[in-house]
C-alpha cells in the first residue's frame, strides 16, 4: 500500500476517534494492514478478513469470502476498513452489501479504491505546468486520442484478477449511498478514490 494512502486512512480514522471492534476487508498480516494504523492501537477487537489465508499476529485474519460474510453476525463491527481490495472483486456489490450488514448502527466504513477522474491531457499533468502545457500541445498536434479523451487510472495488477476502476460518484452513491455524514477524498495521481460515512 503506498504511503500517502496508508496516511489518508489514518487521518480519516483518526478524525472519527475509532472506537470499538475492527474489521478490515482484504487485510493482509504485513505491515499494509490497516489494523496496524497508529489510531487503532487501543482498540483490542480487530479482526480481518482475505482469500488467501488466516494469520494470527495480535489480531486475526480468517480466510473467507467478502462477498458472503457468514462468520460475522449483522452489526457487529464499529468499524469497516475496505483498502485495494473491490477492484479485484469480481461481484464487489456483493462485499459492499456484506460491508454494510456487519457495521453497527452509527458505524464507520471507510473505503479505498483506485480511480480516475476528469478526460484529457490535464489528467496527466497540472494544467498550469511546464508538462501539462506541453502535453495539450501534443494533444492537438498529433490528435492522439489518449491524449485527448483519456484519463489517468493505475494499472492492471492481478490479485488474482483485477476488474474495475472506480469515480468519485461511484463511492458517493454506490458504496456510501445510504450513508451518513459521508467523506470522498482523492490522493495522487493516478488517482486513489477514499470515501467514508457513518451508517444511521
Not at 25 to 33: I, N
Not at 78 to 83: F, G, H, K, M
Amino acid at each position: 500500500m503506498n504511503p500517502v494512502v496508508y496516511q489518508a486512512f489514518e487521518e480519516i480514522c483518526s478524525q472519527a476517534h475509532v472506537r470499538g471492534p475492527v474489521l478490515e476487508v482484504g487485510a493482509v498480516p504485513g505491515s499494509d494492514s490497516l489494523l496496524r494504523m497508529a489510531c487503532l492501537q487501543n482498540v483490542q477487537d480487530r479482526v480481518g478478513i482475505n482469500l488467501v489465508g488466516a494469520f494470527e499476529g495480535g489480531w486475526e485474519i480468517i480466510q473467507g469470502n467478502a462477498n458472503h460474510m457468514a462468520c460475522f453476525e449483522d452489526n457487529r463491527f464499529q468499524t469497516v476498513l475496505c483498502n485495494a481490495t473491490l477492484e479485484h472483486d469480481p461481484l464487489f456489490w456483493k462485499t459492499i452489501t456484506e460491508i454494510h450488514r456487519v457495521t453497527a448502527q452509527g458505524g464507520l466504513i471507510v473505503i479505498g479504491v483506485p480511480g480516475f477522474a476528469g478526460m484529457g491531457s490535464e489528467t496527466f499533468a497540472p494544467r498550469k505546468s511546464m508538462l501539462g502545457f506541453l502535453f495539450r500541445i501534443l494533444a492537438k498536434v498529433t490528435k492522439n486520442d489518449a491524449l485527448l479523451a483519456g484519463t489517468v487510472t493505475l494499472g492492471e495488477h492481478a490479485f488474482p484478477g483485477d476488474y474495475y476502476r472506480f469515480t468519485e460518484q461511484a463511492m458517493r452513491e454506490v458504496f456510501l449511498g445510504d450513508l451518513a455524514n459521508i467523506g470522498v477524498r482523492r490522493v495522487m495521481n493516478p488517482p486513489r478514490i477514499l470515501g467514508w460515512g457513518r451508517k444511521p
